[in-house]
DNA sequence: ATCAAAAGGTGAAATAATACATCTTTTTAA
DNA sequence: TTAAAAAGATGTATTATTTCACCTTTTGAT
């Protein structure tokens, strides 16, 4: 973590979850939560939670990229999902087990809080709808990656390749121009292929005037036509 | 469905779920949910759930095995998880949406009964603890396909198939010896590969004494090796 | 019992993907 | 500022995978 010290970066008032939580429970139960809640800034590439070790916090993330990251039993590293900020993570372990099932890194500079697990659920145990608002917001982190691992495992990578393109355009960047979070091996670890078959597939989606790479920077010329990549397989 | 008259095929005396539901909730409570409850029989092969209909109940699955299945825009179809009974099923769409996101096939013969979902929704709604464990339950079904997914997005067919062989004699028929309730054809869309390629691995591993396969009956001679296969990819 | 359809199986050709060697460019740390 | 390291890029050889044509066996309906 970047900060040990409990320094406030930004002010609880505007906070997304705050706001949130304030539908559901009294500001006086949100403030025990806000007492124990600490304020971390996290630089591109930082580790956020740790694939292994206990889980102690959830994050409510304000702002910033972040992505799920499995490591295998040989170091080999796989990518499971990337999500944006506003996000509840570490919600991995709420009905599950005590250690991280992923890692969780920021791939881009992020601002957030932890939030004590043991305060959020007991007063989530004592307010149901509150925790049904907790569940769904730590649901919707997976639900993107339900349908990447579809993509993953039925279709060659051409049609990977297009389903992440699309994806980052639409969920993530919400533009078809964007600056590419990811290296091109990260990108490989997102589309389950050697960093080299990317490299190939976007130089040949560039190449036949589907989308416009340079280096980091990515136009999506054609999204129709990706999209129909994408379906063809 | 194979049955429309509510006809009583075993008893509800020695039911797991209703020994689980007592464990938190009144009998009393427990005799709402019954009451509405309906036994179901399926044969091998028919759909219990089908993709994109309203969700309008959980089925709790008593004896049996199923599929998860997710039929794509071309009509390609991808198993996502194979589990038996016992069994909460219907429960991607507790937090989520109203209509199934996949369908859940009948692998072998399946006996259950249905769960109505906004009982069982207001009976947790006022006990926390139950609603804890309710979605535990309902989380156990994906669990373990998460880790198929990886295997799928990461390992190459060898690797993948060694872990599929695995993962049902370990996790759905608790046996080095058991008869496939899949089709060579379901196998593949379990592994994410073409028909012939499960047919020449299967073989191939046949030949290498690894596994002895006859027709659907399979042996696994050698599970060490084949978790060697695995881990290599 | 018979026929048709579905599932299982095989080998070879075509295609896709990886691994490798090598080079260039960009980043990072001293 | 510079050197080292990491990331990006490319073409080719090797390996993996799919597709296809074809055949056999099993299953299910009449």
């Known amino acids: 973590m970047t900060q040990i010290n409990h320094q406030r970066y930004f002010d609880c008032e505007d906070c997304l979850f705050k706001t949130i939580s304030c539908q559901y429970i009294q500001k006086e139960e949100f403030e025990k939560l806000r007492a124990k809640s600490v304020q971390l800034r996290y630089k591109k590439g930082e580790v956020i939670l740790k694939q292994g070790a206990k889980s102690t916090h959830f994050l409510f993330l304000r702002k910033g990229i972040i992505k799920f990251n499995y490591e295998d039993e040989n170091g080999k590293n796989l990518i499971l999902s990337i999500n944006k900020a506003p996000a509840l993570i570490g919600g991995a372990n709420l009905v599950n087990a005590e250690f991280n099932l992923f890692s969780v890194c920021a791939i881009e500079d992020c601002e957030g809080c932890t939030i004590d697990v043991g305060i959020l659920t007991r007063i989530a145990l004592g307010n149901t709808l509150y925790l049904f608002k907790m569940l769904q917001f730590i649901t919707d982190v997976f639900r993107s990656s339900i349908f990447n691992f579809i993509s993953l495992a039925h279709k060659q990578v051409n049609g990977r390749i297009a389903d ?58 054609d999204p129709e036509r990706l999209q129909k990549i994408s379906k063809h397989g």
């Open 164 to 221: 992440i393109l699309l994806f980052l355009s639409q969920n993530i960047y919400m533009s078809n121009e964007f600056v590419l979070s990811l290296s091109r091996q990260e990108f490989a670890e997102f589309a389950g292929c050697s960093k080299e078959n990317v490299i190939h597939t976007l130089r040949k989606f560039h190449n036949e005037g589907l989308i416009k790479v340079e280096g980091k920077k990515i136009l999506l010329n």
